[in-house]
């Protein structure tokens, strides 16, 4: 039985309950069109304190601060420089989180200590409406337990931290299904920090030239603090092949005795537990947290996914893929 309440996010009196929750120093779970967010007030440092606690995440990994619209950004940025006001205008409300100047207003604890922030107007209508409702910028990382997959759904949130969260708001299955785009505006070029929802040819398209941060770099960290910590890892082994090399490395697993699942975009046939995403980089992603998650309660021990071309979404699938594969 589920110990933390959930409710429709357009359910009447949901999105108030919420707001009264934060108002009240507590944790609300909230969609976005990416992923969950586990929100708390950005203003105060003790309800802030509580994600950190109940994500079991590591301090020096800083939240995302999100605002309803431009005014609310400027109001914890403490600049906002011409190109951050150009991307803004393109692509707010959207999957696009801008690190800026840290404001004045903004607790040490969100930003880690740094003198950065990282802002984003989520595009969902019920994030939407609770930032107006509370009246506050939301602090909010992805709503999964550290290291866990991105929760996309409202039974991944309750799954991870029931009992930890004072109310869930669900609105379903996330239309995105991959974390925001971050990108570095503290700089003369932009420099992409994070794939995600917002993509690099639509980034440059707006922006001109953007840099890509070089993770092999071992400054790379104090640029993107997140890169220090594990990431999007199902709990079974990921095993990343090219297209058409997915049955070959199932049967392999399965011959060393191993419960093995093969995520594919074409029809196989294959003794192994096969899941076919969409063919489409954003049906693929949409699908993606959820199958991971469904294989680990199924208690699979090797998850092997073929491969997809990195432009486009794909670019931000393959990175998420990378990752699980490292895990
Ligand atoms: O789509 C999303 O971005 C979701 C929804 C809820 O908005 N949020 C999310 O938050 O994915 P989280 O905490 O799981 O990932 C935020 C990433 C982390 O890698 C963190 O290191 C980075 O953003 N970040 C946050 N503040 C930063 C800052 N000031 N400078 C550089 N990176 C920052
Ligand atoms: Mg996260």
Redesign the pocket.
Same mark, same amino acid.
Request: net charge positive; no cysteine.
């Given at each position: 039985m589920a110990i933390t309440p959930v409710m429709g996010g357009h359910e009447p009196g949901a999105v108030e309950r919420a707001a009264a929750l934060l108002r009240a120093g507590q944790l609300v779970a909230f969609p976005?069109e990416?992923?969950?967010?586990l929100g708390a007030n950005a203003f105060d440092a003790a309800a802030v304190a509580k994600i950190f606690e109940a994500k079991e995440r590591p301090p020096d990994? !800083?939240?995302?601060v999100?605002v309803a619209d431009i005014a609310g950004a400027r109001a914890v940025a403490a600049a906002f420089p011409p190109l951050a006001e150009r991307a803004a205008a393109a692509l707010w409300p959207g &999957?696009l989180?801008m690190?800026l100047p840290?404001g004045p207003k903004v607790p040490d604890i969100v930003?880690?200590g740094?003198p950065?922030?990282?802002v984003?107007v989520?595009a969902h209508p019920v994030a939407w409406v609770l930032l107006r409702v509370f009246g506050r910028p939301i602090a909010? !990382? &992805?709503?999964n337990l550290s290291g866990r997959p &991105?929760p996309t759904q409202a039974s991944h949130v309750l799954a991870d931290l029931d009992g930890r969260v004072a109310l869930i708001l669900d609105s379903g299955p996330t239309s995105v299904g991959l974390?925001?785009t971050?990108v570095?505006m503290t700089r003369p070029r932009p420099l992409l920090? $994070?794939r995600?929802?917002v993509t690099i040819e639509r980034l440059r398209q707006v922006l001109g030239p953007v840099d890509v941060l070089d993770e092999q770099d071992p400054k790379a960290v104090l $640029?993107?603090?997140?890169l220090r910590h594990r990431h999007y890892a199902p709990k079974a082994m990921v095993e990343l092949v090219a297209e058409g090399e997915g049955e070959a490395a199932a049967a392999r697993a399965i011959a060393a005795g191993q419960k093995v699942a093969l995520i594919v975009r074409r029809t196989v046939s294959s003794p192994a537990l096969v899941r076919k995403l969409a063919n489409t980089p954003e049906g693929f992603a949409r699908a993606l947290f959820t199958t991971l998650r469904e294989l680990d309660e199924l208690d699979v021990e090797r998850i092997v996914i073929e491969s997809l071309p990195e432009t486009g979404l794909g670019a931000a699938i393959m990175d998420r893929l990378r990752r699980a594969a490292q895990g």
């Open positions: 976005t990416t992923v969950y967010g990994n !800083p939240l995302i999100h &999957s989180t690190v840290r930003a880690a740094g950065t922030v990282a984003r989520p909010a !990382p &992805s709503a &991105s974390e925001s971050v570095d920090l $994070r995600g929802g $640029r993107s603090p997140g």
